[in-house]
């Protein structure tokens, strides 16, 4: 009974992280977090641990991801279990990676490697995104060597789809995207992200682009620039302008102010003054509900404005919005 409650509560868990509900998720895997310890199963153990990293990872506590992992590789030593303990090793390459230290990121890929703890013929549902080849691949990605990572990214691609793994798929195309981009292939690169973008999407995944990291994050924001002034198009007209004049319209007067608006608080605020909520801004940005706090904070700082509604009173009387 409590083995059961405490998966479901994991998988639930892993849901909310997705959908990048950090909050919800990290309660609820702390909650369960000693009875996955006590009881297992393996996959719970490995999830349980991982998000956690991830989360803390997340909010600037790196010290407190990488505890969770020693915790998750100290289980697995202590149940005889290599898959635990290669799991733990790869998220740590995870972090190195995205702390720019290469040289440890291949250090802990090795032992996994050297190890023989794997067979990538296999399947779990702890490491459906979280195994050698995405791990290796992202690292040579990020250090500069894309173009060498990018046939394995293709395979693997088109492996995961033959196979019907959809969320291993979905994360293959926004590293093969990643790495288009940097091996110059820009365009090619932007088309696989669009595509990858609508899947996520529809599926509610948010936290599979947004744990990559800034350069994504960046892509994604240029990718999405153009769409999110499309979107507006389906909102009220308000004087008959189209979205690509109200936007220009809206950056020539911020370009005057004392602390000009940034291109994406420009889009947050154009979409607040059409009535759009915070979830519904995010996803039409592809941003999370977080960020979009964030940018509706820094607003009402440069107008000096105390709320969303005296932001949008302010705007429209120094005419960055209609």
């Known amino acids: 009974g409590n083995r059961g409650n405490a998966v479901s509560a994991i998988q639930l868990a892993e849901v909310l992280y997705e959908q990048d509900q950090l909050d919800r998720s990290r309660q609820l895997l702390e909650a369960y977090s000693p009875q996955v310890r006590d009881l297992g199963p393996p996959d719970a153990l490995i ?167 800034p350069f994504l994050e960046s892509l994604v924001n240029e990718s999405t620039s153009g769409q999110s002034q499309g979107d507006v198009a389906n909102e009220p007209a308000r004087d008959s302008q189209s979205p690509v004049e109200e936007f220009s319209k809206a950056e020539a007067v911020s370009s005057a102010l004392a602390d000009p608006l940034t291109k994406k608080e420009l889009e947050v605020l154009i979409l607040l003054s059409h009535g759009l909520s915070n979830q519904a801004m995010a996803e039409k940005l592809f941003i999370s509900d977080s960020t979009v706090r964030t940018h509706l904070r820094s607003i009402n700082l ?18 960055l919005v209609s």
């Open 47 to 213: 999830l349980t641990c991982v998000l956690l990293s991830r989360i803390y990872f997340s909010a600037g506590e790196v010290d407190q991801a990488f505890q969770y992992l020693s915790e998750l590789e100290g289980a697995g030593h202590r149940l005889q279990l290599g898959r635990v303990v290669a799991s733990a090793r790869l998220e740590r390459a995870n972090i190195y990676t995205a702390l720019n230290d290469f040289r440890v990121a291949e250090e802990q890929i090795s032992l996994v490697r050297d190890g023989a703890m794997w067979s990538e013929r296999d399947w779990y549902v702890a490491n459906d995104c979280l195994y050698p080849k995405l791990v290796e691949c992202r690292l040579l990605v990020r250090s500069g060597k894309a173009g060498k990572a990018l046939p394995v990214i293709k395979r693997e691609l088109a492996t995961a789809e033959s196979e019907q793994r959809g969320r291993r798929a979905l994360k293959l195309r926004f590293l093969l995207a990643e790495a288009l981009v940097a091996d110059n292939q820009r365009n090619i690169g932007l088309r696989n992200l669009t595509r990858a973008l609508e899947i996520a999407q529809r599926e509610g995944f948010k936290r599979c682009y947004l744990e990559e990291g």
């Open 302 to 319: 440069k107008l000096q404005a105390s709320n969303r509604t005296q932001a949008i009173a302010i705007a429209r009387k120094i005419g």
